[in-house]
C-alpha cells in the first residue's frame, strides 16, 4: 500500500491521508504511518530531498508548504522576539533598559525601541545570542519595540485541530529519523582525524532536516507548541525509541540501540575504570601528589559520612581527601545519564557531536515556548556535567566554549529559572563539583615555603585547561547564576557547599609560584603568569563580587560570618600544609593569595555595610601575623622587581608586577592585599610590625648611625630603592583610605584624579583604567550617569584639536585647577601606576600647574594630603606612627642624610617627613597630660621614653653605639674630651648607648605574642620592657663597636636639613618670635604646594602648634644657630627672593642668547623651506617667477648648497609630484552637495558630472566633425590629467640624478619606489616623483613689456598673425639639443606617464600628435583650473596666495610651449584668421568624404586661449596676449549671447529681435548686447535651430521673464569662468600680482586687469559688460559668419545643436559626499548590504566617499586580473586615488597609486573619540571638521605629504 502511494502525486496523497486520519477509525493514521516507514526508511540517505519535500508536504495535509506555513503563522501567539544569532551577527544592548547584564537585542527590535539618550552600545556578538525583546525578566518593559510591547495571547484565536492534525502525526516519527541518523553517524573521536570527518560528514547529510525543523520552530507559537509537545513526551519517546521498536527492520534498530548505549557508557562524571583508578589511587594516598583524578586534593571535610583515609606510613606525610564519588548529596550527578524524552536524547547528540552551530540555533529557536524552556534547562542541567567533561577532551574547545555559552546565558540569566532549576536539580552542587573536577585533572604538588614538607596541590598553569581558559563557560554561568539573590542565598546557606569552594579557591593559593634567579639568566621565560592571573579573576574573585554584592544589609551578617569562619579554617589548613611557621621562605613570591583576599574583602564588606564588630571576626594574634606575611611578601617583591633584584627570571617577573597592580585586577589584588596589612597593623604590636616591614624589605643593615655597613641580603645598588620602597609601602599603607572608611563616590573620585594627573585621558581610556567592581551586577557601571556626573566635577574637555598635517586628535580629560591644587595625591598614583615613570609624568604635570599658577616656581615635591577620618574599627592603624621602632627609625634616617651617607635620596627624606607630619595629624588623646608628667629630667632611655611622636621629636639622643666595619672614618676618633662634666655624663649614659636591632627587636615580640597566645603569665597589660637591652646578633669578626656622639633630637636635625636644603646656614627662624599671635594665625596646610624647605617649615609649624615644649626646644636649637638678635624675618625672605631673582636674571640671558643664535640658523632655513601644512601660510620661497624684471634669476641647489642661474648646459629644477587627479571631473552643477545615499530609494547617477559632461560633448564633436578640430575644441583632463605641484625647493638635475642614485643603492627605503623615480625632497622631505626644468630667463626681453601701448589693435592682430607664420618655419633638426632640451624631454615623458593610457587617448588614432597636443594643453588648463578651485574658485582675493607662490606653472608652461611648438597649425584651418577676418566660407556640402571643421561657437575659448598662448614661437609680448585675449572675448560673448537665446521662449525671442533692429542705427551699436542679440536670434533662426530645440526642451529656466539685469548678469556669468583662467595665466606668464575685489566687483576687476575695459570704466559700477568688446572688424558680419557655420554643418546633427551650442561653463567646487550625521545610518544600511557585481554580503563592505560606490575590501570574489576591488575603483574613478569609508570600522583609508594609509574617523562619540572598528559600539556622530580636514587634503592633492603612514597595498584591497 505504501508502495502504491509513493508513486503517487505528494500533495494529492497528502489530502486524502488527511482526509483519512481526521475519521475516528484509525485506518488513516496507520496508513500515514506505513508511507512514513518507506519514506523515513533507515536504509534511505538521511535527507534526500524527496524526503523532505514529503515531509513537508505530508505536514501541510494538502496544502503548499508555504501556505500552510501562513495559516500557522496567522496562530502565533509568541510575546517574545527571540531571534537567535550566531557568532560576528551585530546585535544591541542597552544597560538603562537591562535587568540582566546579559541582555541583548537584535538591530530590528532596538530600531523600533524607544532607547535615545539611554546607556547602549552596538556589539559583535562573539558566541551568538538571542533577541530578549519581549521578555519582562531580563529587561524593562519600557524598552520593548512597538512588536513586542502590546504583544500578548489573548487576542490570537486558538489553533483549529485539524491544521495541526498531520504535524502532530509526522514529527515524532521525523525527530526519530533524526536521532536514529545520529546513533549511526556517530563513532568516539580518537586521535584520528578521520573519525572527526565522519562526524562533519554525518552533520553535512542532517543539515537539511535540521533546517526543516528550524523552519518549523519558525512558524510561531503553535507549531513550537507541538514541537515541545513531541520532544518532551515520555511515552512517545517510550514507544518508539526503546530497543524492541517493532517498525522497520529490528535487526537495524537494535544496532541502532546498541550504539546509543555505548554511546551513553563514557557519560558519567567519573567513568567506572576511573573510578577504579580512585580506589587505588586511595590506597596510595600520599605517594602520588601530582595528579589525582576523582580525588579532590583539598582539605576540610564534605559531611561526616566522608571517610578520611590516611596512610600507614606517615614518614611520607598524611593527606586529607574528599572522595568525589560521594561528595555531594546526590549522586546522580556522577552516574551516567538516563534519558526519558527526545529533548534529552537529542541535547545528548548535541554533545556528543560537540554542538553543532544547526542544532544549537534549533534548540534555541524554541526557547519562547514557557513550558519547552523550563523542560529545556532542566534537560541541559542534567547534562551539565557531560557537557564540560565533553569540553575539557574537546579539540575544538574555543568554539564549543563559545556555543555552549550561547545557550546557559539564555537559560541562567532568568532568576525564576535559575532558582527552580537550583532547587529542583540541585545546580549549585553540579557546577562547584564539576569545577573541582576539571582542576583536579591539573594539580600539582606546591612548592611554597617548606618545598620537602609541603603537602598542599595548587593548579598548574601550564595545562591546557587554564592556558586556553577552557573553564571559562563554566566559570562564566557560575558568576551568572550567584548574581541572582535567591540563589547565592542558597549557596551561603549550605555549609558542604562552601566548604567545597574554599577547596577550590585553595587550589589557586599559591599557584604560579616564582623562585629568584639568583646565578644565571633563566632559559625559557614562561608565560604562563597570563593563564594563572586570569584563572584568579575569573575563578576565584568574580564569583567572590558576585558573593559580595548580596552581603550589602545587615540582615545577611550571618552570611558573611560563615564565609569568614570558613575562609580562616581553609587558610588554617593551608598554613598547615605549607608546613609554615614563622619567617618566610627567601626569594619566593607567589602574586596568588585568594583565600587570603577573600578573607579581607568579606571582613571589609561586614565592618562598612553590615555593622559588625571587627574583633569579633578577627583570629588570634597569632594566625594574624601568619596572614601578614604573604602579602607583606608580594609588597617586598614588587620592590624588589623595580629595583632589578628579578632581572635574571626576564621580563615575565615585570609583567606580573604590573599586572597585580593593573586597573582590571588591582581590586581583586593589591587592595584586598594592603587592606589585610592594614588590619594586621591596627591589630599587631607596631613595634613588631615596623621591624618585620623592614626586615622584609631587606633594608635592616642599613638603618645605623654609622656611615658604613655590611649589608648580607642586599647589593649597594639595590638598597637605596629598597629602602625607599618600604618608607612608601608605610606611607601608602597609613594614607590609603580605599576601605577604611570611603564611601564609594570618594574612591571613584579619588581614582579618576590619580588617572587624569598621569596624563590627560580620553573617555573610553578612562573608563578602561577605573577599577570597576568586577562583578557586572555591582550597580556601578561605567558610563553610567554616576560615572559621568563625577567625570565633570574633576575634569574639563578637551575637545579634539585638528592640526591639518598632525595626527588627528581625539577629545581628551585634563584635571581642573582646583584638583591639582586640593585633591592631587601623590600616594594613590604610585599605587594606581603601572609603569614607574607614570609617577614621573604626574609630577611633571603638577610642577607645570604650579608655575603656570605662579604658585610656586622651582622643582616640588609631592604635595602631602590630609586624610579622610578612619572608620573606629580601624583606629589602632594610627599606633604604627606612635612606636618607638619607627621613631628610631626616623630619627637614624634624618641623621644619615644630615650626614650625607651613600644611598640617601631626597624620596626618602620626602617619605621620613610625610611619616612624621601623618604622626602629628594622628596624634594620640592623651598627648597634653602626658607630656606634662615628665620634664627633661627622665631621660634614662637611651633612644625615646615614650611613644608618642610630639614628644619624641624634641628628645635629645647623645650617644649611639654602633657596629661598625673597623675601615670606617668613625673608628678613628677619639673619645669625648674629658672635661669632669662630660665624662660625668658619659659615664652616666654609657650603660644606655646601645646599638638598636630592629631584627631582635622583631623576634623578641614575637615571642611575647606567641606565649600570650599560649596563656602564659604575662598579661596583655604589662608595660613594655626598654627597647634598648636588646643587642645585635653576633657579627662577624671585622666589625668593631663605637659609641657616637649625636646631641640630636629629631627637631634639630630638621633645621640642620632645612639649612642644608636652602643652601644657606641659619635659614630657619622661628617667625612666632616677632609675632607671637601669628601660631594660631598660620594654617600650615595652606604651604601644601612647595619643595622639602616647605614641607620642614610645615612640620615645625605644626610641631610648634601642637605642644609648647616642642615651640620652646625649636626657639632653642635656632638661638643656638642664629646670632642673638634675631633678623627682621622680611629681609631674609627678600633677601631670599633677590638672590633667586638674580639667578633667574642670567639664566634668561643665558637662554636669549641661545635662542637668537638658534633663530638665525633657523631662519635661514625657513627662507628655503616651506611650511606645508597650512596652505595660506605665507612662508614660502619665491621660485623666480619673474618679479625682479632687471636681474637673473638664482637658484639653490638642496643638495650642493650652490647658488647661481639655470643654464642650458647645467640646468636647474624644482622639486615637483605629478599625479593624476579627478578632482574636477567630480565636480557638479548644483552647489548642494550630493547625499551619501542611506536606503534603497536614493541613488547617485554620475551623468550630471564635470568629467561625463566633458565626456559626451567630445564624443558627440567627433561624431559629426574632423578629428584633428574636435581636439583643438575642448580640453581633456577633467578625469585622470596631471596635476604638478612643488614643495618650491630647486636642486641641479645632475645632483639630483646622483642622488637617485644613492636611493638606490640604500636598501634601508621607505615606502616609495626609486625605480619609478620616486624621492622625497632632500630638505623639506616631501613626496615627489619629478623635477621640472628651470627655463633660463633673458633679462633683455623682458623690459620690452609695457602693460598699455599706443599700437592699435589691427596692427597688434596682424603681428601675431605674421609670428604664427614662423611657427611652422623652422624645421625641428635645427633646436640646438642641449641638457636643458633633453630634460625637458624627460620631464613631458614623466607626465605622460602619471596618469593611464585611456585617460589621453581620445582621437580616433592613437598616438597621433593631435592627441598630444590636446593632452599637453589639457595638462596647463587643469594646473590652471586647480588653482583656481584652490583660491576657493574665483580670484576675489587676489594677491600671490601661498600656493602662487609655490607653483610651478610657469616652468611647467615653459616645459609645454617648447613642445607644442613643434606642432604645425596648418593655416588653411587656423582659428585666428577666422577669429580676426571674414574668410570665404567653403561649402560644408561639397565633399562627403572629409568631415567638418568645427564650428568656432562650438570651440572651448580657454582651450583656444592656450593653444594660441602656448604656440607662439618665442616669448609673448604682454600686448600680444592682451590682443589674443581682446579677440577671444568677442568670441566668448558672442557664445554668452548665443546660448542665452536659446533660453528664451519663442515670444521672447521674437521681442528681443525686433527690439535690437531698433537700436542697430545708433553708434557704438556693436557694443550693445541688444542689437547683438537681436543679430544672433535672426541669424540662427535661419537654420530653423530653435525650432529643434523648442521641440526638445522647454526653456531651461521654466517662466522666467528676462529684464536687462537678468541678462546682463546671466552672460556675466558665462564670461566669469574663462576671464578668471585667463588672468591666472597672466599672473604666471608675467608675474603681475592680482588685485583683490568684492564678489561683485570681479567681473569690472578682472577685465580691466587684463586690459578689456579701461581702468576709467571700472569704476563706473553700472558699467556695461559689452564695453569690453573690441571688434577688430565690423561686428555683425563677423558674427554672421559664424553662425553661418554652425547653420550649414547643422542639417547633419540638427537634434544635437542645442548641447553643442549651449554651453555651461560654470561648475561648483568639488566636494566629497554629504554624509548622515549619524553612523548607525549607514551603518545599518550597508553592513548587510550585498555586492552588486557578486551579489555577496562582504566581510570588508566599504564605501567610496568621491562618488558613493560600494566595494568589497580585499573580496576575492570581485578581483579583477589580480586587482582587488578597492584597487581598480580608485583607478577608475580617482585615477589612482580613492577615499573609502571601511563599514565594519568607521575608519577612512586612502589609495594613493600603489600606496595606501589609514586617515583615521570622521566620526566620532559625544566624547571626541574615534570607534575604530565599532569595539565600543557607541554611538558616533559626524565631525564636521574632520570630515572639512579630509576634503580639503582631497581638492589640495595634499594627501602624499600629509599623512605619514603609507605603506605598499600590492593590489590587494
Known amino acids: 500500500m505504501a508502495a502504491s502511494l509513493l508513486g503517487r502525486d505528494k500533495r494529492s496523497t497528502a489530502a486524502s491521508l488527511k482526509a483519512e486520519c481526521s475519521r475516528q477509525d484509525g485506518r488513516g493514521v496507520q496508513l500515514l504511518g506505513e508511507l512514513l516507514d518507506s519514506v523515513l526508511s533507515p536504509e534511505r540517505a538521511v535527507a534526500e530531498a524527496e524526503v523532505i519535500e514529503w515531509c513537508k508536504s505530508l505536514m501541510a495535509g494538502g496544502e503548499s508548504f508555504d501556505d500552510f506555513c501562513k495559516m500557522v503563522r496567522g496562530y502565533d501567539n509568541a510575546t517574545l522576539c527571540g531571534l537567535v544569532w550566531t557568532a560576528n551577527f551585530v546585535a544591541y544592548r542597552c544597560r538603562t533598559c537591562g535587568i540582566s547584564p546579559c541582555m541583548s537585542l537584535c538591530a530590528e527590535c532596538f530600531n523600533a525601541g524607544e532607547h535615545t539618550g539611554h546607556d547602549f552600545n552596538m556589539f559583535r556578538s562573539q558566541a551568538g545570542g538571542a533577541c530578549d525583546c519581549g521578555d519582562s525578566n531580563v529587561m524593562r518593559e519600557s524598552g520593548f519595540c512597538k512588536r513586542h510591547r502590546f504583544a500578548t495571547s489573548s487576542n490570537i484565536p486558538s489553533v483549529p485541530?485539524?491544521?495541526?492534525?498531520?504535524?502532530?502525526?509526522?514529527?515524532?516519527?521525523?525527530?526519530?529519523?533524526?536521532?536514529?541518523?545520529?546513533?549511526?553517524?556517530?563513532?568516539e573521536p580518537d586521535s584520528d582525524p578521520a573519525t572527526e570527518r565522519d562526524l562533519q560528514k554525518t552533520l553535512q547529510q542532517m543539515e537539511p532536516l535540521i533546517s526543516l525543523l528550524e523552519d518549523?520552530?519558525?512558524?510561531?507559537?503553535?507549531?513550537r507548541s507541538i514541537l515541545t509537545r513531541v520532544l518532551t513526551n515520555h511515552q512517545i519517546y517510550k514507544d518508539l525509541c526503546s530497543g524492541d521498536l517493532c517498525t522497520g527492520e529490528k535487526a537495524y534498530t537494535k544496532k541502532n540501540y546498541e550504539k546509543y548505549l555505548t554511546a551513553l557508557k563514557g557519560s558519567g562524571l567519573v567513568s567506572s575504570e576511573e573510578r577504579s583508578v580512585t580506589s587505588v589511587l586511595d590506597q596510595m594516598a600520599g605517594a602520588s601528589n601530582v595528579t589525582i583524578l576523582g580525588a579532590t586534593a583539598g582539605t576540610g571535610q564534605m559531611d561526616s559520612s566522608d571517610e578520611e583515609e590516611q596512610d600507614g606510613s606517615q614518614g611520607v606525610g598524611k593527606r586529607k581527601r574528599v572522595k568525589l564519588s560521594n561528595s555531594t548529596k546526590d549522586s546522580s550527578i556522577m552516574d551516567i545519564l538516563k534519558h526519558k524524552c527526545f529533548l534529552e536524547e537529542l541535547l545528548f547528540w548535541t554533545v556528543k557531536y560537540e554542538f553543532p552551530q544547526k542544532m544549537v540555533t534549533f534548540l534555541l529557536n524554541m526557547l519562547p515556548d514557557q513550558s519547552y524552556k523550563i523542560a529545556f534547562t532542566k534537560t541541559f542541567v542534567q547534562h551539565y556535567a557531560f557537557i564540560m567533561k565533553t569540553l575539557i577532551k574537546s579539540h575544538e574547545s574555543d568554539t564549543m566554549s563559545n556555543r555552549i555559552v550561547h545557550i546557559s546565558v539564555q537559560l541562567f540569566s532568568n532568576e525564576e529559572l535559575a532558582r527552580q532549576v537550583t532547587e529542583e536539580c540541585q545546580l549549585l552542587e553540579i557546577m562547584v563539583t564539576v569545577l573541582l573536577y576539571m582542576m583536579e585533572s591539573c594539580l600539582i604538588k606546591s612548592e611554597l615555603q617548606d618545598e620537602e614538607n609541603n603537602f598542599h596541590v595548587v593548579v598548574n598553569c601550564g595545562e591546557p585547561l587554564l592556558k586556553n581558559n577552557t573553564y571559562w563557560p563554566l566559570v562564566s554561568d557560575f558568576i551568572n547564576i550567584l548574581s541572582h539573590q535567591s540563589v547565592a542565598k542558597r549557596f551561603l546557606e549550605d555549609q558542604g557547599l562552601l566548604q567545597m569552594w574554599m577547596n577550590f579557591v585553595s587550589f589557586f593559593q599559591g599557584m604560579n609560584l616564582n623562585k629568584r634567579e639568583l646565578n644565571e639568566h633563566v632559559e625559557f621565560e614562561s608565560q604562563t603568569y597570563y593563564a594563572a592571573f586570569a584563572a584568579e579573576l575569573e575563578?576565584?574573585?568574580?564569583?567572590?563580587?558576585?558573593?559580595?554584592?548580596?552581603?550589602?544589609?545587615?540582615?545577611?551578617?550571618?552570611?558573611?560570618r560563615t564565609v569568614v569562619r570558613y575562609c580562616l579554617d581553609a587558610l588554617q589548613d593551608w598554613f598547615d600544609a605549607i608546613n609554615f611557621v614563622d619567617e618566610p621562605a627567601p626569594n619566593q613570591v607567589t602574586f596568588h593569595l585568594p583565600l587570603h583576599r577573600y578573607y579581607a574583602m568579606f571582613l571589609s564588606?561586614?565592618?562598612?555595610?553590615?555593622?559588625?564588630?571587627?574583633?569579633?571576626?578577627?583570629?588570634?594574634?597569632?594566625?594574624?601575623?601568619?596572614?601578614?606575611?604573604?602579602?607583606?611578601?608580594?609588597?617586598?617583591?614588587?620592590?624588589?622587581?623595580?629595583?632589578?633584584?628579578?632581572?635574571?627570571?626576564?621580563?615575565?617577573?615585570?609583567?606580573?608586577?604590573?599586572?597585580?597592580?593593573?586597573?582590571?585586577?588591582?581590586?581583586?589584588?593589591?587592595?584586598?592585599?594592603?587592606?589585610?596589612?592594614?588590619?594586621?597593623?591596627?591589630?599587631?604590636?607596631?613595634?613588631?610590625?615596623?621591624?618585620?616591614?623592614?626586615?622584609?624589605?631587606?633594608?635592616?643593615?642599613?638603618?645605623?648611625m654609622a656611615s658604613q655597613h655590611q649589608n648580607a641580603a642586599l647589593d649597594t645598588e639595590h638598597e637605596r630603592s629598597m629602602l625607599e620602597g618600604a618608607l612608601t609601602f608605610l606611607v601608602i599603607l597609613l594614607s590609603l583610605r580605599i576601605h577604611l572608611g570611603m564611601s564609594d563616590d570618594e574612591i571613584l573620585r579619588a581614582e579618576m584624579v590619580a588617572q587624569l594627573c598621569m596624563s590627560d585621558r580620553t573617555h573610553s581610556t578612562l573608563l578602561d583604567l577605573i577599577p570597576e567592581n568586577p562583578n557586572p551586577k555591582s550597580g556601578i557601571i561605567?558610563?553610567?550617569?554616576?560615572?559621568?556626573?563625577?567625570?565633570?566635577?574633576?575634569?574639563?574637555?578637551?575637545?579634539?584639536?585638528?592640526?591639518p598635517g598632525g595626527s588627528m586628535q581625539q577629545g581628551m580629560y585634563t584635571p581642573k585647577a582646583d584638583v591639582w591644587n586640593q585633591e592631587f595625591d601623590p600616594i594613590m598614583v604610585i599605587l594606581r601606576t603601572v609603569y614607574r615613570r607614570d609617577v614621573q609624568s604626574a609630577m611633571d604635570r603638577y610642577m607645570g600647574f604650579l608655575k603656570q599658577t605662579g604658585k610656586f616656581s622651582g622643582t616640588p615635591w609631592p604635595p602631602y594630603r590630609e586624610r579622610a577620618p578612619l572608620n573606629p574599627s580601624y583606629k589602632g592603624l594610627m599606633r604604627i606612627l606612635h612606636c618607638k621602632t619607627l621613631h628610631i627609625v626616623l630619627f637614624t634616617l634624618l641623621y644619615k642624610i644630615s650626614m650625607d651617607h651613600q644611598n640617601m635620596s631626597e624620596h626618602v627624606l620626602c617619605m621620613v617627613l610625610n611619616l612624621i607630619e601623618l604622626g602629628l595629624d594622628n596624634l594620640p588623646e592623651e598627648t597634653a597630660e602626658e607630656e606634662e608628667m615628665f620634664g627633661e629630667e627622665r631621660c634614662s632611655d637611651s633612644w625615646f621614653h615614650g611613644t608618642n611622636i610630639?614628644?619624641?621629636?624634641?628628645?635629645?639622643?647623645?650617644?649611639?653605639?654602633?657596629?661598625?666595619?673597623?675601615?670606617?672614618?668613625?673608628?678613628?676618633?677619639?673619645?669625648?674630651?674629658?672635661?669632669?662634666?662630660?665624662?660625668?655624663?658619659?659615664?652616666?649614659?654609657?650603660?644606655?648607648?646601645?646599638?638598636?636591632?630592629?631584627?631582635?627587636?622583631?623576634?623578641?615580640?614575637?615571642?611575647?605574642?606567641i606565649n600570650r597566645n599560649s596563656g602564659s603569665a604575662i598579661q596583655t597589660a604589662a608595660v613594655r620592657p626598654k627597647t634598648s637591652k636588646w643587642t645585635a646578633p653576633n657579627s662577624t669578626p671585622q666589625f668593631t663597636t663605637t659609641i657616637l656622639e649625636i646631641r640630636e633630637s629629631m627637631l634639630s636635625l630638621l633645621i640642620k636639613l632645612h639649612h642644608k636644603l636652602s643652601g644657606k646656614q641659619n635659614s630657619y627662624y622661628p617667625f612666632w618670635l616677632e609675632d607671637s599671635e601669628s601660631t594660631s594665625r598660620l594654617d600650615p596646610m595652606q604651604q601644601i604646594h612647595g619643595d622639602g624647605i616647605t614641607a620642614i617649615e610645615r612640620i615645625l609649624l605644626k610641631t610648634a602648634a601642637r605642644s609648647r615644649q616642642n615651640k620652646c626646644s625649636i626657639e632653642e636649637i635656632c638661638r643656638k644657630v642664629a646670632p642673638p638678635v634675631p633678623p627682621k624675618k622680611s629681609n631674609s625672605a627678600d633677601k631670599k627672593a633677590l638672590d633667586k631673582e638674580e639667578r633667574r636674571q642670567k639664566a634668561r640671558e643665558r637662554q636669549q642668547k641661545l635662542l637668537a643664535e638658534f633663530a638665525s640658523r633657523q631662519k635661514s632655513f625657513m627662507e628655503t623651506a616651506m611650511d606645508f601644512e597650512s596652505p595660506d601660510s605665507d612662508v614660502a620661497m619665491d621660485v623666480g617667477s619673474t618679479e625682479q624684471p632687471d636681474s637673473e634669476t638664482v637658484y639653490d641647489c638642496v643638495i650642493c648648497g650652490q647658488s647661481g642661474p639655470s643654464t642650458e648646459e647645467r640646468p636647474t629644477g624644482l622639486v615637483v609630484l605629478l599625479q593624476a587627479s579627478s578632482v574636477l571631473g567630480h565636480r557638479r552643477r548644483s552647489t548642494e552637495p550630493k547625499k551619501l545615499p542611506t536606503s534603497d530609494e536614493e541613488q547617485i547617477y554620475p551623468e550630471d558630472t564635470c568629467g561625463t559632461a566633458h565626456d559626451v560633448r567630445i564624443t558627440d564633436l567627433q561624431q559629426y566633425f574632423k578629428d584633428s578640430s574636435c581636439l583643438q575644441s575642448v580640453s581633456i583632463g577633467w578625469e585622470g590629467g596631471v596635476y604638478v605641484q612643488t614643495c618650491g625647493h630647486t636642486l641641479h638635475i645632475d645632483c639630483h640624478k646622483s642622488y637617485m642614485e644613492s636611493l638606490r643603492n640604500d636598501q634601508m627605503l621607505q615606502s616609495f619606489s626609486v625605480d619609478k623615480g620616486e624621492f622625497t625632497c632632500p630638505l623639506c622631505r616631501q613626496f615627489a616623483n619629478s623635477v621640472l626644468p628651470c627655463h633660463p630667463e633673458k633679462s633683455e626681453e623682458k623690459s620690452i613689456w609695457s602693460p598699455y601701448n599706443s599700437k592699435s589693435l589691427l596692427t597688434l592682430i596682424k603681428e601675431v598673425e605674421e609670428q604664427q607664420e614662423q611657427l611652422g618655419m623652422f624645421p625641428v633638426s635645427i633646436c640646438p639639443i642641449t641638457n636643458l632640451s633633453k630634460e625637458m624631454e624627460s620631464v613631458m615623458k614623466d607626465i605622460r606617464s602619471a596618469t593611464q593610457k585611456k585617460y589621453i587617448d581620445y582621437g580616433k588614432t592613437p598616438g597621433s600628435p593631435d592627441n598630444d597636443f590636446l593632452f599637453m594643453y589639457s595638462v596647463a588648463r587643469l594646473n590652471l583650473e586647480l588653482e583656481l578651485v584652490h583660491r576657493g574658485g574665483n580670484l576675489c582675493l587676489g594677491g600671490a596666495s601661498a600656493t602662487t607662490k609655490r607653483s610651478c606653472l610657469n616652468q611647467l608652461l615653459h616645459v609645454l610651449a617648447m613642445h607644442m611648438r613643434l606642432f604645425r597649425i596648418d593655416s588653411a584651418y587656423n582659428p585666428w584668421t577666422r577669429l580676426t577676418q571674414l574668410t570665404q566660407v567653403t561649402d560644408y556640402g561639397i565633399c562627403d568624404d572629409e568631415k567638418p571643421e568645427v564650428p568656432l561657437l562650438y570651440r572651448d575659448v580657454s582651450s583656444l586661449l592656450l593653444i594660441l598662448v602656448l604656440t607662439m614661437p618665442q616669448e609673448l609680448h604682454k600686448e600680444h596676449f592682451t590682443c589674443i585675449v581682446k579677440v577671444l572675448y568677442n568670441l566668448l560673448y558672442t557664445q554668452a549671447v548665443a546660448t542665452l537665446s536659446f533660453r528664451f521662449s519663442e515670444e521672447e525671442r521674437a521681442a528681443w529681435k525686433n527690439s535690437g533692429k531698433l537700436k542697430q542705427t545708433m553708434c557704438n551699436s556693436d557694443k550693445s548686447w541688444e542689437v547683438l542679440l537681436s543679430h544672433i536670434i535672426c541669424e540662427l533662426s535661419k537654420g530653423r535651430l530653435y525650432s529643434a530645440s523648442n521641440t526638445g526642451q522647454v526653456s531651461m529656466l521654466g517662466t522666467n521673464i528676462w529684464s536687462p539685469q537678468s541678462i546682463e548678469y546671466s552672460i556675466q556669468q558665462f564670461c566669469l569662468p574663462f576671464l578668471r583662467i585667463t588672468?591666472?595665466?597672466q599672473h604666471h606668464l608675467f608675474g603681475d600680482d592680482l588685485p583683490s575685489c568684492q564678489r561683485t566687483e570681479e567681473f569690472g576687476m578682472l577685465a580691466s586687469y587684463l586690459g578689456l575695459l579701461l581702468p576709467c570704466l571700472q569704476s563706473n559700477d553700472e558699467f556695461c559688460i559689452s564695453a569690453c568688446l573690441d571688434w577688430p572688424i565690423a561686428a555683425l558680419d563677423l558674427i554672421s559668419q559664424w553662425c553661418l557655420e554652425v547653420t550649414t554643418s547643422a542639417e547633419s546633427h540638427s537634434e544635437q545643436v542645442t548641447n553643442l551650442l549651449v554651453q555651461d561653463p560654470q561648475w561648483s567646487l568639488p566636494c566629497l559626499l554629504q554624509l548622515p550625521e549619524n553612523y548607525n545610518t549607514i551603518f545599518q544600511y550597508y553592513h548587510r548590504k550585498a555586492c552588486v557585481h557578486c551579489s555577496k554580503v562582504p566581510k570588508d563592505p566599504a564605501l567610496c566617499l568621491v562618488c558613493g560606490t560600494f566595494v568589497c575590501l580585499k573580496g576575492q570574489c570581485c578581483k579583477q586580473q589580480s586587482y582587488c576591488e578597492c584597487v581598480l575603483h580608485s583607478q577608475n574613478c580617482g585615477a589612482g586615488t580613492g577615499i573609502f569609508l571601511l563599514i565594519n570600522a568607521s575608519v577612512i583609508i586612502i589609495i594613493r597609486g600603489q600606496r595606501f594609509c589609514l586617515w583615521g574617523s570622521v566620526y566620532l562619540d559625544t566624547h571626541g573619540e574615534e570607534d575604530r572598528d565599532l569595539r565600543r559600539g557607541k554611538p558616533l556622530y559626524l565631525c564636521s571638521e574632520r570630515y572639512k580636514v579630509l576634503e580639503q587634503q582631497w581638492v589640495t592633492h595634499t594627501f602624499d605629504h600629509i599623512n605619514k603612514r603609507w605603506g605598499p597595498h600590492y593590489n590587494g584591497l
Open 161 to 187: 485541530n485539524e491544521l495541526m492534525m498531520m504535524p502532530e502525526h509526522i514529527l515524532p516519527r521525523v525527530i526519530l529519523h533524526l536521532i536514529q541518523h545520529l546513533r549511526d553517524g556517530y563513532n
Open 216 to 223: 518549523l520552530t519558525k512558524m510561531g507559537g503553535a507549531m
Open 1623 to 1625: 588672468s591666472l595665466l
Open 539 to 560: 575563578a576565584c574573585a568574580q564569583p567572590m563580587w558576585g558573593l559580595l554584592t548580596h552581603c550589602k544589609i545587615r540582615e545577611t551578617q550571618e552570611y558573611t
Open 950 to 1009: 610630639a614628644t619624641n621629636l624634641h628628645h635629645i639622643i647623645n650617644y649611639v653605639r654602633v657596629r661598625l666595619p673597623e675601615t670606617a672614618p668613625e673608628v678613628t676618633r677619639e673619645a669625648p674630651a674629658s672635661t669632669s662634666s662630660d665624662t660625668s655624663s658619659f659615664m652616666q649614659n654609657s650603660n644606655t648607648a646601645q646599638v638598636f636591632s630592629l631584627v631582635a627587636e622583631r623576634r623578641r615580640k614575637f615571642q611575647e605574642i
Open 782 to 803: 561605567p558610563g553610567s550617569y554616576y560615572f559621568e556626573t563625577m567625570l565633570s566635577a574633576v575634569a574639563d574637555f578637551k575637545a579634539p584639536v585638528f592640526e
Open 605 to 704: 564588606k561586614a565592618i562598612r555595610c553590615q555593622q559588625l564588630d571587627l574583633d569579633s571576626l578577627l583570629p588570634d594574634q597569632e594566625m594574624l601575623m601568619k596572614m601578614m606575611v604573604h602579602p607583606l611578601q608580594i609588597q617586598a617583591s614588587l620592590s624588589e622587581i623595580h629595583s632589578n633584584m628579578w632581572v635574571r627570571n626576564g621580563l615575565q617577573i615585570k609583567g606580573q608586577a604590573m599586572t597585580y597592580v593593573q586597573s582590571h585586577f588591582c581590586n581583586s589584588m593589591i587592595d584586598p592585599d594592603i587592606f589585610l596589612l592594614q588590619i594586621c597593623a591596627s591589630r599587631l604590636d607596631p613595634d613588631y610590625f615596623v621591624s618585620s616591614v623592614f626586615e622584609r624589605f631587606k633594608v635592616v643593615d642599613l638603618l645605623t
